[in-house]
Nanobody, 119 residues
Framework: QVQLVESGGGLVQPGGSLRLSCAAS????????MGWYRQVPGKRRELVAS???????NYGDSVKGRFTISRDNAKNTVYLQMNSLKPEDTAVYYC?????????????WGQGTQVTVSS
């Protein structure tokens, strides 16, 4: 099995920055897709950013130009650098990885980390 451990969430003032990390561990040969999603109560989980194994990135419209996703394949870790944070960025942020190579084929989610943007 694969475990995802997220870190870096917290309380920040509007205009501030945070960096989220998500480290995958277990029997992993390679990770195809790594992404960050977020969810607020009563709303659907939405894509924040994603990155493929070859570095292609995709961002939600609301975070373009402010957030940057990156990954370290040697560490099986994905990062989300969040700048110019706004109150509407407040949510629980979830890490997601998709593995298509044995022995740990599957779609995995982290436990979530709270990000609160407030003065």
């Amino acid at each position: 099995q694969v475990q995802l451990v997220e870190s870096g969430g917290g309380l920040v003032q509007p205009g501030g920055s945070l960096r989220l990390s998500c480290a995958a561990s277990g029997r992993i040969f390679s990770i195809n897709y790594m992404g960050w999603y977020r969810q607020v109560p009563g709303k659907r989980r939405e894509l924040v950013a994603s990155i493929t194994s070859i570095g292609n990135t995709n961002y939600g419209d609301s975070v373009k130009g402010r957030f940057t996703i990156s990954r370290d394949n040697a560490k099986n870790t994905v990062y989300l650098q969040m700048n110019s944070l706004k109150p509407e960025d407040t949510a629980v942020y979830y890490c997601n990885v998709v593995i298509t190579a044995a022995p740990s084929v599957g779609n995995y989610w982290g436990q979530g980390t709270q990000v609160t943007v407030s003065s």
